[in-house]
């Protein structure tokens, strides 16, 4: 349904997952700064399968606050499907993303609206000009990270950047149309190349609960990341395929010339390291093909990323529909 046919000006999608314990502190710093904008407005908790009491406790709070909107899926299917059945499902002409746990702060949504709409914006960037809050090993490996991702995808992915951003009702419309099977918003936003602007934050402490990002996850992320937006490791497996046959020509010489000379002595220390180095290049290049076959494999079967199986705006309607085509994993990023 369009944001013309609604007249919803801003949507703001929060994915949750076990987040019983900062939903209150949550609607209390979000509901009065949507509130303050004067604007039409529609919050979309996406609930990604939680086993405590964030389900119910979305129930409570919906009845005091017409404008929250539950929508809630039948399993865990990860962080970027819960965005994606958010954005899918979002109303606004323009769609707000943020995450339940507070570390990006509420207060900086108008901020993005007023910026987009002054400028004619169809990406707001949250920017974490700040993270301090962070541990160290946290802010060094997400320093990697976002080094890694702008040196393969390239310098239109902005530093310090996560889901927390604004986007407009073409821009969504334009990710909506992709045919990617596992989607990075992070990457895939500025790969759109649409007029953009940035605001910056500092990135405050999480206010409750843990964090469902942990180093296994963001390695995951990271993965998903590359072999989605970049052909770079095939090219490394290039060439440690031509760095092998290289080492391999110039074994053969040696032995030659040592042949040639007459001083050839029984041993095997030569040959073991060459098998380990050849045998080592093979797994690697293998592995490396076998990543991307995975996801030829997953785009041929189009499984759904994720169910929905409640919609408190349609409640009882289509409470199956598969609304895109990334498999699920059983993981919360």
Request: hydrophobic letters at 40%.
């Amino acid at each position: 349904m369009s944001a013309a046919r609604t007249g919803t000006t801003l949507s703001v999608i929060v994915p949750m997952y076990n987040e019983e314990e900062a939903l209150p502190a949550l609607v209390a710093r979000l509901r009065p700064v949507l509130d303050g904008t004067g604007a039409s407005y529609e919050v979309l908790a996406v609930d990604d399968g939680s086993t405590d009491g964030t389900a119910d406790l979305l129930e409570k709070h919906r009845t005091e606050w017409p404008e929250l909107r539950i929508i809630r899926l039948r399993g865990n299917s990860g962080h970027q499907a819960a965005l994606r059945a958010g954005l899918h499902r979002s109303r606004g002409a323009y769609v707000a993303s943020l995450d339940a746990d507070l570390q990006d702060p509420p207060e900086k949504v108008p901020e993005m609206l007023d910026l987009a709409r002054a400028e004619n914006l169809d990406i707001v960037y949250g920017v974490r000009s700040d993270r301090s809050t962070d541990t160290g090993f946290k802010r060094r490996t997400a320093g990697a990270y976002y080094w890694l991702m702008r040196r393969l995808v390239g310098k239109q992915v902005p530093a310090q950047a996560g889901d927390f951003r604004l986007l407009s009702r073409e821009a969504v419309e334009a990710l909506k149309a992709l045919p990617d099977q596992q989607q990075v918003y992070r990457l895939l936003v500025p790969w759109l190349g649409f007029p953009s602007g940035q605001v910056t934050y500092r990135r405050g402490e999480r206010v409750a609960g843990e964090t469902k990002y942990p180093l296994s996850k963001m390695i995951r992320l990271a993965v998903d990341g590359i072999t989605n937006f970049s052909a770079a490791p095939l090219r490394i497996a290039t060439w440690l395929g031509v760095v092998s046959f290289v080492a391999c020509i110039l074994l053969i010489c040696a032995s030659l010339v040592v042949f040639l000379l007459g001083r050839t002595v029984p041993g095997w220390t030569s040959l073991f390291v060459a098998m380990l180095f050849l045998g080592g290049v093979q797994l690697i290049c293998v592995g490396l093909l076998g990543e991307y076959i995975g996801r030829i494999y997953t785009a041929v079967q189009r499984r759904p990323t994720y169910f929905v199986g409640y919609d408190s705006a349609d409640a009882g309607a289509d409470d199956d529909r598969a609304e895109d085509r990334e498999p699920g994993r059983p993981d919360h990023g």
